[in-house]
C-alpha cells in the first residue's frame, strides 16, 4: 500500500467496529458483497440521466445495473416507481421538496426534538429556511405521536406537504389516518422510513406504500446496504400542484421526481453505491433477511424489557421495531455522560433528546439504543439481556468502566464480522 498512514487508519477503525459493541441505531454492517460493489471500478464511470436516457456515453453497462438495482427495489417494496440514485437520506427528501414544493410552501413535519430528522423542516436545514415548517410532536403522557394536533395543526395551516417518519420513535404509525387528514386539506404525504425500510420491506410494521404518495429512505440502517437514499411511490399520479396542460393534463409525479434528484439537486450518479444498493436489495429479497429483521424486532423488544425491568423509563414504554429511546433524567446521568462514559466500556450508543427534553441537544437527558447492527452479528435475545447488563452496571458506577470494558472486547469477539 502507497498510502500507509490511511490504510492503517481503516485497520483501526475495523478493529473498533470488531471489538465493540454496536447499538447507534441508524448503523449497521454492510455485508462483503455490498462493500465489494461499493469499492469497485463503477465509481470511475459518469451517467447523468436515467437508463437509456444518459448524457454521457459508454453507459451500457450501468443501464443494466441500475436497471438491475431499479427491479429489485420494486419487488421489495410492490412500488411501480422508483428512483435509486439520491447519495443519501436527506438527499431523497431534497429531491422530493424540489420536485413538488416551491419556495415558501407549507410543510408539516415531526419536531426534531420529540425524535424527527433535521430534513423534516428544522430551522439549520435546507427544509425549513427554504419552506415555511410547522410541526406535530408526541403526547406527553404516553409518548405516541399526538395524532389529533397533527390534524388541528394540518387544518390550520394548510401545508402542501405532510412529512411522516423520524429518526428515534420506537412506534409504528398510523399512515391511514395521516392520509385521510392529507386528503381532506388537498395535501401530499411523504413517509420517510429511513429508520425501519427493512422491517418494512418485510411485512413486519405496517406499509406506508399503501397510503402514503411518496417514500423516501436511506439503504444503510435496518435495509443494510451501502450509504445512499431511495424514493419509492407504489402508484403514479399526475401532480395536484401543477400547471394544466391544454388537454387538462399535468406532468406525472414519477418525471416530476426524477428531475427533483438529476438535475434538480444532484450531478452523477454513483454507479458504484446503485450496484451496491442492488445487491444489498437481493439480499433483503431472502430468506435469510427475513430471519434476520425478525431478529432485530425480537431483540429490541427483549433489550426494552429487560431496561425496564431494571428501572429505565422508556419512551413510550417499548418498541414496535428496531430501536428504543431511553429517558436517563431518573438515573442522574445526562445523555452526554452516558455516550461518553458507555464509549470508554467499546459500547457506542448515541446520547439524543427526549420529548420534552429541559438539556440542550448538545447535552440531552436520553440515549438512542438499535439492534440492527448487533443483529447482523449474530447476537440472540440472551445477549441482549447480557448487553442490558453491561449498560446498567456503566451507567450506575463510573468504576466499572475498565472491567465492563474487558469483559466486552473477549465477547465481542465471539461474534466475528464479515464471516
Ligand atoms: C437517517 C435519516 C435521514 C438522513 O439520511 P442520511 O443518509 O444521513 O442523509 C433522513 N430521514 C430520517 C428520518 C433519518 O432517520
Given amino acids: 500500500m502507497e498510502d500507509k498512514r490511511l490504510f ?14 454496536e447499538l447507534i441505531a441508524s448503523e449497521n454492517y454492510a455485508s462483503d ?16 440521466g436515467l437508463p437509456g436516457k ?69 430551522p439549520v436545514n435546507y427544509s425549513g429556511k427554504i419552506y415555511k415548517p410547522f410541526f406535530y410532536g408526541v403526547n406527553k403522557d404516553d409518548g405516541y405521536i399526538d395524532y389529533k394536533s397533527l390534524e388541528e395543526t394540518a387544518r390550520k395551516e394548510n401545508p402542501k406537504l405532510i412529512i411522516c ?22 395535501a401530499l404525504v411523504l413517509a420517510d422510513i429511513a429508520h425501519p425500510s427493512g422491517l418494512i420491506s418485510r411485512g413486519l410494521l405496517n ?59 444532484q450531478g452523477g450518479p454513483l454507479e458504484h453505491i446503485i450496484g451496491a444498493k442492488a445487491v444489498a436489495f437481493q439480499e433483503a429479497l431472502s430468506d435469510k ?3 434476520y429483521v425478525v431478529q432485530v424486532k425480537k431483540n429490541a423488544n427483549i433489550m426494552a424489557k429487560e431496561f425496564m425491568m431494571r428501572g429505565y423509563d422508556i419512551i413510550s414504554g417499548g418498541t414496535d421495531n428496531h430501536l428504543m429511546l431511553i429517558d436517563l433524567r431518573n438515573k442522574n446521568i445526562t445523555g452526554k455522560e452516558a455516550e461518553e462514559n458507555l464509549g470508554k466500556a467499546d459500547i457506542t450508543i448515541n446520547k439524543n433528546m427526549v420529548p420534552f427534553d429541559s438539556e440542550s441537544p448538545f447535552v440531552t437527558s436520553g440515549m438512542r439504543i438499535g439492534t440492527a447492527a448487533i443483529t447482523t452479528r449474530g447476537m440472540l435475545e440472551d445477549d441482549m439481556i447480557k448487553i442490558v447488563g453491561f449498560i ?25 464480522l464479515h464471516k
Wanted: hydrophobic share 35%.
Fill in 8 to 21: 492503517d487508519l481503516i485497520d483501526q477503525e475495523k478493529k473498533r467496529q470488531s471489538e465493540g459493541i
Fill in 165 to 186: 417518519g423520524a429518526s428515534s420513535y420506537s412506534r409504528d404509525w398510523d399512515y391511514k389516518f395521516i392520509r385521510e387528514v392529507a386528503d381532506s386539506i388537498g
Fill in 54 to 122: 444518459r448524457y454521457y456515453g459508454g453507459c451500457s453497462v450501468v443501464d443494466e445495473i441500475e436497471d438491475l438495482c431499479r427491479e429489485r427495489l420494486k419487488q421489495l417494496f410492490d412500488a411501480s416507481w422508483v428512483n435509486v440514485q439520491p447519495h443519501s437520506g436527506a438527499q431523497a427528501n431534497a429531491a422530493v421538496m424540489l420536485a413538488i414544493l416551491n419556495p415558501g410552501d407549507k410543510i408539516l413535519g415531526f419536531d426534531l426534538a420529540h425524535g424527527g430528522h433535521l430534513t423534516h423542516g428544522s
Fill in 392 to 416: 446498567d452496571r456503566v451507567i450506575n458506577d463510573e468504576k466499572e468502566i475498565d472491567q465492563v470494558r474487558k469483559e466486552i472486547n473477549a465477547w465481542a469477539s465471539k461474534f466475528p
Fill in 207 to 265: 406499509d406506508p406504500l399503501d397510503y402514503c404518495h411518496i417514500i423516501t429512505s436511506t439503504t444503510h440502517k435496518t435495509l443494510r446496504g451501502p450509504r445512499g437514499g431511495i424514493i419509492m411511490m407504489r402508484n403514479d399520479f399526475e401532480n395536484p400542484f401543477g400547471i394544466k396542460t391544454p388537454k387538462g393534463t399535468t406532468r406525472l409525479m414519477s418525471s416530476l421526481l426524477d428531475s427533483g434528484v438529476f438535475p434538480g439537486t
Fill in 289 to 291: 433477511y427475513l430471519t
Fill in 33 to 48: 458483497e455490498v462493500m465489494a460493489a461499493a469499492g469497485s471500478i463503477l465509481t470511475n464511470k459518469y451517467a447523468e
